[in-house]
């Protein structure tokens, strides 16, 4: 079992950034392939970003490409999401989740992966 805790939200003026983290325990994330995915108000949960475990290639929504980084810290169990340029659609819950068994065609297909964090605040203000 891994368990997930995010930390980082907050509240940020359009343009700002935040930085997000993702803080594994019970098992090593190294392991994982970890993704950050989004839910803003009203709106169903999004794929943002993943790392994958192997090689540490990274993808990312196209909403989000160029103005958010995704990466992972093994000697920390914890994976980050750096966000620039924030807009105020960026605006949501921030999950971190983590699977074993991602390949390419699934990265951002929520049901691939087996653990979830409680999520955490990002609010853009315009």
Partial sequence: QVQL????????QAGGSLRLSCAASGRSL????VAWFRQG???EREFAAAIFRSGGNTYYADSVKGRFIISRDNAKNTVYLQMNSLKS???GVYYC????????STISQQTAYDYWGQGTQVT???
Avoid: M
Wanted: a negative charge.
């Fill in 5 to 12: 805790v995010e930390s980082g939200g907050g509240l940020v």
């Fill in 30 to 33: 190294s392991s994982n392939t």
């Fill in 41 to 43: 108000p009203g709106k």
């Fill in 89 to 91: 659609e960026d605006t």
């Fill in 97 to 104: 989740a983590a699977g074993t068994r991602l390949i390419l």
């Fill in 124 to 126: 853009v203000s315009s």
